[in-house]
Each structure stands twice: as structure tokens, then as C-alpha cells.
């Protein structure tokens, strides 16, 4: 049943993907809002899959501490779900990625059509003059900056890789970063077919106002996604160690 209803979702996934970016192709010559729109959409009937096929639900909490205004948010990074949620969670967020990304297919034209941020993580000095330039460039057009600090998806249990580039925005920009941890990797494992039914749970934290030196703000920031993620892994294995010990008295009772 878990494969089955993995192989909906993905069969729904790849059919809305197909549909939407062709649909969307024109977008590329209008205002950047419209390629803004495509996104959402895209992300929306992604979520909407998830839910419907695979039994697999969000829940946000905390998005009364993200304050108003220019803001850094560094998210967790255990699998794409949280890269697709951030833009139903967030109003078009202006996103930190691989510059590789920028040569996919259809993917790449329209993030740069959004005017997303990437980086080549080559390039270290000139690298960061370049962050820092668009991601002044995206505060000015009020896109709050979403990060994934260490640079790719990372399993349940391997150890934290946060890169420098979080610490040069937060230093740099001067505005506070607000932490956000998540439990994703319990029910969409890490480049995994299989999605488990259940509720994946992301968490704004408290910011982290301005003015830290980058040693301390690395360790803060390290301590407060890893602990909060921590937590909601364990909250998440739990209600799926129930969820299947439920299905299993339920189909053993429906035996003959």
C-alpha cells in the first residue's frame, strides 16, 4: 500500500509538473509576478498530491515569531519538500540555490526569472560579493531571503554541514535570521520513492536579532535548528510508529 500510494503521488507530481511548466512558458515574457504565480501553483498541486495520494499532511507553528519586515529564514534541509513548501509558506521568497540548478530545463529558466540567488560555492570571494549583491537587491523588493544553511539535503542522524554563506548574510545585511527546524525526513526520506503517511511538521523559531559575531551566531543558530529538529523528529517517528502499529491491528482484525 505504501509503494502504491507512493507511485500516485509520483505519477500526479511528474503530470501537474509537465502540465504547469508548459502551461506557464509565456509567463516568461511577462512581468516576473506571473512566473511568481506558476510557482505557488505548482507547489500548491505538489502539496495537494502529497495529501490526497500519500496521506502525507504539514503543519506550520510559529509564524507569529517571524517579524515583519527584511529577514533572513534558515531552514533545515532534509528533503524537497521543505524547498517546495517555501513558496505556499512564504510570499515569493527570494531562494539561496546551487548555481548549478540555474541549467535545468524549464526549472533554471524560471528561477531565474523569479530572480532567485544562486551561488557558486566554487568561487568562495567573489562568490559572496555576488550573494550579498542579490540578496540586497531581493530586501529591496520586500522578499524575505530563505537559506538552506548546509547547502543540501542532509539524512536523519547525519551529522549538521552548515556552510559559511548564512553567516556572511546575517553579518553583512545586519537583519535578524529566524532558525526554522522541521521533521520532513521522517515520512520523505532523503532521495527516497517512498513518501509515509503522516504530518510533517515545520517550526519558526524565536530570530536571532543583529549584532552577533559570526562564531557565536553560527553556534546559535546551529544549537536552535538542530535541537528544535531533534524534537519534532521524535515527535514525528512516534506518530508513525502509531500510525502503522493502527493499520496493522486493523488488517490482522481483518483477517478471517
Same mark, same amino acid.
Not at 7 to 12: R, V
Given at each position: ?29 511577462? /512581468? ?16 495537494? &498530491? ?32 521543505? +524547498? ?60 524575505? !531571503? ?5 547547502? +543540501? ?17 546575517? +553579518? !553583512? ?15 520523505? /526520506? ?11 511538521? !515545520? ?7 543583529? &549584532? ?21 523528529? +521524535? ?19 481483518? !483477517?478471517?
Amino acid at each position: 500500500m505504501l509503494f502504491l500510494r507512493s507511485a500516485l503521488f509520483q505519477i500526479w507530481f511528474w503530470f501537474a509538473s509537465v502540465v504547469i511548466n508548459l502551461a506557464f512558458l509565456p509567463a516568461l515574457l511577462l /512581468p516576473r509576478r506571473a512566473t511568481v504565480a506558476g510557482a505557488e501553483l505548482w507547489s500548491m498541486a505538489t502539496l495537494w &498530491g502529497l495529501k490526497t495520494f500519500a496521506g502525507l499532511r504539514f503543519e506550520v507553528r510559529g509564524r507569529e515569531r517571524v517579524p515583519k519586515g527584511p529577514v533572513i529564514l534558515a531552514v533545515k534541509h532534509q528533503t524537497m519538500w521543505e +524547498t517546495v513548501a517555501m513558496h505556499v509558506l512564504v510570499k515569493d521568497p527570494a531562494l539561496v540555490l546551487k548555481r548549478e540548478l540555474l541549467a535545468v530545463p524549464f526549472y533554471g529558466w524560471y528561477a531565474r526569472k523569479m530572480a532567485m540567488i544562486p551561488v557558486n560555492r566554487g568561487a568562495h570571494a567573489s562568490a559572496m560579493r555576488r550573494l550579498i549583491a542579490d540578496a540586497k537587491a531581493a530586501l529591496k523588493g520586500d522578499r524575505p !531571503l530563505v537559506i538552506f544553511p548546509e547547502g +543540501t539535503r542532509r539524512a536523519l542522524g547525519a551529522e549538521p554541514d552548515y556552510k559559511p554563506g548564512v553567516a556572511a548574510l546575517y +553579518t !553583512l545585511l545586519d537583519i535578524p535570521c529566524v532558525p526554522v527546524a522541521l521533521n520532513s525526513g521522517v515520512f520523505w /526520506p532523503a532521495r527516497s520513492f517512498l513518501k509515509r503517511p503522516g504530518t510533517i511538521v !515545520l517550526e519558526f523559531l524565536d530570530p536571532i536579532a543583529p &549584532g552577533l559575531k559570526r562564531p557565536e551566531f553560527m553556534r546559535e543558530l546551529v544549537a536552535r535548528i538542530e535541537t528544535a529538529s531533534s524534537r519534532l523528529v +521524535t515527535e514525528g517517528q512516534a506518530e508513525f510508529a502509531k500510525t502503522t502499529h493502527e493499520t496493522r491491528t486493523i488488517s490482522e482484525q481483518n !483477517l478471517p
